[in-house]
């Protein structure tokens, strides 16, 4: 009975334990994760939040999606490519310049002159089915102030990054091509938002970055991504960041 009673109170006293330790690597985090979007003097509102990105190396370089970057800005309204860095209703707006980009994998790096303190990567490691991860980023915005939001979940699979389509007037000349070379990406059991695209996808336990959110499900319409989520969301493993931060040392 002693020996019963000893074994439950390990266990609940084990509980809050691990619970502060994720909410010690979410605190730990957060100040690393900014959103990425445009600044139009002309416009209104000035400054629009279109995706979310991170810190990486010496904090100069932020990571983000591609698609979260790709859209020309207009020289005539003399938009800026922005970073928003902080918490709250007034973060700090940096300008930013695009350095490198990798379309085929949904990555972009940027580079902001004010230091952001910085992720740390984990190595080129497939992680395997069932791994329990986390992300954080801005799910649905920043109409009322820049608040990042985390999600937990576990890698449901490795799968290829093209869905087949129901017929073949749906192809794409891109869609073509990467059925022909396709890469494997992490399908996660868990519930990411279009604002979520560029999150980080971090280990529970040590924060390190394994992958980058960047596209989620949609079982209906578009609109149906907030209201009705499917909770799969799909993410590019750290080991095609490795290689385009590589290039930028070249």
């Known amino acids: 009975m002693l020996r019963m009673i000893a074994l439950v109170l390990f266990t609940l006293t084990g509980l809050p334990l691990q619970a502060q330790s994720f909410e010690k690597v979410v605190s730990n985090i957060k100040s690393s994760v900014v959103g990425i979007g445009v600044h139009d ?7 629009a939040l279109q995706g979310t990105g991170f810190a990486v190396g010496d904090g100069h370089h932020i990571v983000t999606n591609f698609h979260v970057v790709e859209r020309a800005l207009d020289a005539e309204s003399m938009q800026k490519r922005v970073v928003f860095v902080g918490q709250g209703e007034r973060p700090d707006v940096l300008e930013a310049e695009i350095i490198i980009t990798n379309p085929a994998h949904d990555l ?4 902001v002159d004010k230091a952001v303190k910085p992720f740390k990567l984990a190595k080129s490691k497939r992680l395997p089915d069932g791994r329990e991860i ?13 608040y990042p939001a985390t999600h937990r979940g576990y890698i449901a699979a490795s799968t290829p990054v093209v869905t087949p389509s129901a017929n073949a007037q749906q192809l794409s000349i891109e869609m073509i091509k990467r059925m022909r070379e396709p890469f494997l990406v992490y399908q996660l059991d868990a519930t990411a938002y279009p604002g979520n695209s560029g999150s980080p996808v971090y280990d529970v336990q040590s924060g390190e970055v394994v992958a ?15 209201s009705a989520p499917s909770g799969i969301s799909y993410a590019i493993p750290v080991e095609y960041l490795h290689a385009l931060l590589e290039e930028i040392k070249d």
């Not at 972009?108 to 580079?111: F, G, Q």
């Open 41 to 47: 003097p002309l416009g209104s509102p000035k400054n």
């Open 108 to 111: 972009a790096v940027l580079r």
């Open 134 to 146: 986390a992300f954080t980023g801005f799910p649905i915005g920043a109409v009322l102030g820049l």
């Open 212 to 226: 980058i959110i960047n596209k989620v499900f949609v079982a209906q319409s578009k609109e149906s991504a907030l």
